[in-house]
């Protein structure tokens, strides 16, 4: 079974913080993916990787990074956390260009206040 | 980015009743997917469609991949308190492109 784990369930910030969110796979997949997650808005991409030290921007990457220094582990940065980044973070991953199905982390709800 | 119109953004029906969802995309996709996220879970994928009108079933679920493949389908039958949750229909271009995109979700919620 495919294993996609974050690092944590619920995160808790101050505005201006720097936060690190991790994600972790364990089948060797070549993609992983960060998307948020607000009501009525579904899923937005923020950044993908598709190899080691590879990453491109997803449809909202304004104040957020990303960081794959190994294959099986993709780190989202927020730089300076704002209250509008609080959301659910959600991270997922598939194994190969052009494969069509993820697989997704449990997410982080992460705060900003 | 582009985001794919899903509906009905919610539904709350009784134990035992059918429902159904679209989703529609302004754009053709090859491949259609339907994902569920339980409460305080990530998505987990239902069922994918590679073909134009293909009919494919899943337990209780059957979903349908459009004829104009602009479209797709979601279908439950007999409803059970363990169907609530987000239900997300997710579309992809083919080819080496890595992305999905997704709709906006549906909430449902399912009284015993």
């Known amino acids: 079974d495919v294993k996609v784990t974050q690092s944590s369930r619920y995160l808790v910030k101050r505005t201006g913080e720097k936060v690190f969110l991790e994600c972790v796979q364990d089948m060797d997949h070549e993609n992983m993916f960060w998307y948020r997650q607000d009501p009525g808005l579904g899923l937005r991409l923020i950044y993908f990787s598709y190899d080691v030290k590879m990453k491109e921007k997803g449809d909202i990457p304004e104040g957020y990074s990303v960081s794959r220094e190994k294959k099986e582990r993709f780190s989202l940065i927020l730089e300076s956390a704002s209250t509008n980044q609080t959301s659910m973070y959600l991270c997922?991953?598939?194994?190969?260009?052009?494969?069509?199905?993820?697989?997704f982390g449990p997410g982080t709800r992460l705060t900003v206040l | 980015g582009q985001q794919l119109n899903q509906s009905p953004q919610s539904m709350f029906i009784q134990e035992g009743e059918d429902v159904s969802m679209n989703c529609t995309s302004s754009?053709?996709?090859?491949?259609w997917l339907w994902y569920k996220q339980d409460p305080g879970e990530g998505p987990v994928l239902l069922i994918a469609l590679y073909k134009a009108g293909e009919l494919t079933s899943n337990g209780r679920l059957t979903a349908q991949f459009g004829i104009t493949r602009k479209d797709s389908f979601l279908n439950i039958s007999a409803s059970i308190p363990s169907d609530v949750g987000i239900y997300f229909c997710?579309?992809?271009?083919?080819?080496?492109?890595?992305?999905?995109?997704f709709g906006t979700g549906t909430l449902l919620a399912v009284q015993p």
């Open positions: 754009s053709i996709f090859n491949t």
């Open positions: 997710a579309g992809h271009y083919g080819g080496a492109t890595n992305k999905l995109i």
């Open positions: 997922a991953s598939n194994s190969a260009p052009g494969t069509d199905t993820q697989y």
